[in-house]
Every structure is written in structure tokens, then in C-alpha cells.
């Protein structure tokens, strides 16, 4: 559905980004600086790649290899930006129709999108929820073949986000629309997308389904960049079906029992194991791993009590504030917890480890 492969050489930066996904709706994902607007602007037709390749379903946008470039114009892309680019001096209608002729459609995207009732308004009195959702009924009026959006919710308060979320789904479920979305907040690749690109310094690390990218980080910096936040060493001593026990590096060899890991992981091999703050499993269940450690320290939060261990590298785990009291945690002494081996990712590389 979505075929690109990108290289550029720019001054001082380099794009060379390929991936293919028969996902309807993609992510790119990476920390800021690392070419996704870039891609996304090659996908446009605003930039034009030094070679490559661009295929959008099924019609080709760019071959370096057959000399072919289809103008920006005929691409019939949707863009959305953050800063909405509303034309100030148009009402919401004329901003919605600008470039669509079918008025109804235009009503009908206006419908969708819940706008109509602000049609005669101008983008200075309306609020930036609104903005979004009149950029995102312009974007749609003009019937796009894909729709490209660059970072469009991150001005955005989160209970806003999800309202549009969730119409964004709906609007773009019911017109079958392609979707490249770009952004730095992976809870929006979990909402939005069924394929995650992850990017860094205009190349990709690592391409997938997000829930199955975000268990299985390639690496330490992937796994930081998607989240995770416990890292500690240790040597491979057991693989089985379905899971891998990992002797940590700390003075008491305490095993861990993983769910994520490399397909080849071998025995004997060294790794680096994350623990994810939601790892604590509510019951010793059969699977779950028993750890003793010491508490660092314990945050109280609205929702959740954050504790901090010592296991040879601090452990963050979050506490359900609900089942907080049925724990007997104190700073400064050794407590128990059954951990989940879904919840804990097994890989070879760590960041400190990177140059
Ligand atoms: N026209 C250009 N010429 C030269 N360098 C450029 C040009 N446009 C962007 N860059 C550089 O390319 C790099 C990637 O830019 P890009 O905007 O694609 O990053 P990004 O991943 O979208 O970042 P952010 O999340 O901050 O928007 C940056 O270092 C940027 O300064």
C-alpha cells in the first residue's frame, strides 16, 4: 500500500529512509531532527529525492529509476500540519471548499467532522480543536489519496486529542483513506496506526506492528525512545519455548523470565534486559517471576505509586494506587514482587553502549 524509499543528500543532512507496509495507516516515529517531516515532504512531491522510488496504493509518485516525477498537484496528498494553515481571512466554509467544488461533499465533511454550526466563522474565533478539525474537513474536501500529517495534535490538550482521534478514525475508516502520520508521542501510533516506522538520523532502525515494535525494541535506544525506562545487564541461561530466562549481572544472580526476545537468541549470549513499569503482576501467576529488592524510593502519584528499586540498576514500577495498601512497601527495605515475563523485553544492544 505504501512503498517508500527515499535518499537525499542534503547539506549537512542525509535521508536514505525505505520501507514498504500494507498497512492503511503508517507512523513515523523518531526523536525531532530525524527526517520524518523530510519523508513526508518527499511523499508530498515538495521535495524530490535524489533517487528512489514512491508508491501510494497503486499509483507510483516517483521513480528515479524510470526518471518519473509526478507534480505535487496531481498527487492529490491531504497535508495537516500542526499550525492548522487556515487562511485567516476565510470563513470555515470557504476554508472547507477551497479547492473542492462538490459542495456536497464539503457539507459532508463539515457534517462528519461536527463543524457546521461555526461554517461563518473566521480561524480567530474559533478554538484550536476547531482549527484542527476545519484543516482536517479541508484536507478531506478535496477527496486525497493520502492523507499526510505532520505532528497535527501536538498543540493539542489530550482530552482534545482523543475526541480527534477517534473522529479521525471514523473519517478516515469511512472514506478509506491512506494515512502517513509523523509524530513524537507513541500513544498516538498506538491510537492512529498499524505500522510504525522508526526513524533516526534520516534512517530507519526498526519497522512494524506497534505493539509488537514496542515489546521488542531493537535496541536500548529504541526501547528508550519508545518508552522504556529500566535497563539492566545480563547472560541468556535458559531458552524455551515461548520464553528465555536472563541471569541478571547484581551480586545475588537473580533470574528474570522473558516473553520478548530475539527469534536466535542463544544461551550463554549477553543482553540487556528491560522491565516496563506495568510489569507487576497481580497474582503469582505460574509464569510470573519472583524478584527481592531493595526500594529506593516510592512517588505517590494521582493514580499510581511509582517504586523505585535496587536490582543492580534502578527498576521502575508503577503501583495501581488501588492495590497500593495491600502492599507492604517501605523505603529503605527489601520488598517482593511477581513480575510478568509479558511485560519484560530481552535485547542485545543498550544505549550506553552506542556511539
Ligand atoms: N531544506 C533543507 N536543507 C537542509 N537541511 C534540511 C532541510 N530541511 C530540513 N533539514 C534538516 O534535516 C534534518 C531533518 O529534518 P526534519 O524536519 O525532517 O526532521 P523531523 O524528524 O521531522 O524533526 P521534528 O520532529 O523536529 O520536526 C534536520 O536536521 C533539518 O535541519
Known amino acids: 500500500m505504501l512503498e517508500v524509499s527515499v535518499k537525499k543528500e542534503l547539506e549537512g543532512f542525509s535521508l536514505d529512509v525505505q520501507f514498504i507496509s500494507e498497512a492503511k495507516s503508517v507512523a513515523l516515529f523518531a ?8 519523508t513526508l515532504q518527499a511523499i508530498a512531491g515538495l ?55 462538490d459542495e456536497k461533499r464539503v457539507e459532508e465533511v463539515l457534517k462528519m467532522l461536527e ?14 480543536g476547531q482549527k484542527q478539525r476545519v484543516a482536517l474537513a479541508r484536507a478531506l474536501a478535496f477527496e486525497p489519496k493520502v492523507l499526510l500529517l505532520d505532528e497535527p495534535f501536538s498543540a493539542l490538550h489530550k482530552s482534545l486529542k482523543l475526541e480527534l482521534y477517534k473522529r ?7 472514506f478509506s483513506i491512506p494515512m502517513v502520520l509523523v509524530t513524537h508521542d507513541f500513544d498516538e501510533v498506538f491510537e492512529l496506526t498499524d505500522y510504525v516506522v ?4 534520516g534512517e530507519v532502525k526498526q519497522t512494524g506492528v506497534p505493539v509488537e515494535v514496542f515489546f521488542n525494541p531493537i535496541d ?7 518508552g522504556h525506562q529500566s535497563f539492566l545487564s545480563g547472560k541468556v541461561v535458559f531458552v524455551m519455548d515461548g520464553y528465555v530466562e536472563v541471569r541478571l549481572g547484581d551480586r545475588r544472580k537473580q533470574i528474570l523470565r522473558a516473553k520478548n526476545f530475539p527469534e ?13 513499569p506495568f510489569a507487576v503482576a497481580l497474582n503469582p501467576l505460574e509464569d510470573s517471576v519472583k524478584i527481592s529488592a531493595v526500594v529506593k524510593d516510592i512517588f505517590r502519584e494521582k493514580d499510581k505509586s511509582v517504586v523505585i528499586l535496587d536490582l543492580g540498576g534502578d527498576v521502575v514500577l508503577h503501583l495501581p494506587f488501588s492495590l497500593s495498601p495491600n502492599y507492604i512497601i517501605e523505603k529503605g527495605r527489601e520488598a517482593d514482587f511477581y513480575l510478568s515475563p509479558s511485560c519484560i523485553s530481552v535485547f542485545r544492544r543498550c544505549y550506553e553502549k552506542e556511539s
Not at 121 to 128: K, L, T, V
Not at 198 to 201: F, G, H, L, T
Not at 220 to 226: I, N, S, Y
Not at 264 to 276: A, H, R, T
Open 168 to 174: 479521525l478514525r471514523e473519517v478516515v475508516g469511512e
Open 47 to 101: 521535495l524530490k529525492p535524489d533517487e528512489g522510488r514512491i508508491k501510494v496504493v497503486d499509483r507510483v509518485f516517483f521513480d528515479s529509476s524510470k526518471r518519473f516525477f509526478l507534480p505535487p498537484q496531481k498527487r492529490r496528498v491531504g497535508y495537516l500540519f500542526q499550525d492548522y494553515a487556515l487562511f485567516p481571512h476565510m470563513t470555515v466554509w470557504e476554508n472547507v471548499s477551497y479547492g473542492c467544488r
Open 31 to 38: 526523536p525531532s531532527g530525524s527526517g520524518k517531516s523530510l
Open 115 to 128: 463543524i457546521q454550526d461555526i461554517r461563518n466563522r473566521f480561524p480567530r474565533e474559533i478554538s484550536g
Open 198 to 201: 522508526i526513524m533516526e538520523k
Open 264 to 276: 536466535d537468541l542463544k544461551e550463554g549470549e549477553n543482553v540487556f534486559v528491560s522491565i516496563l
Open 220 to 226: 536500548g535506544k529504541v526501547a528508550k525512545l519508545l
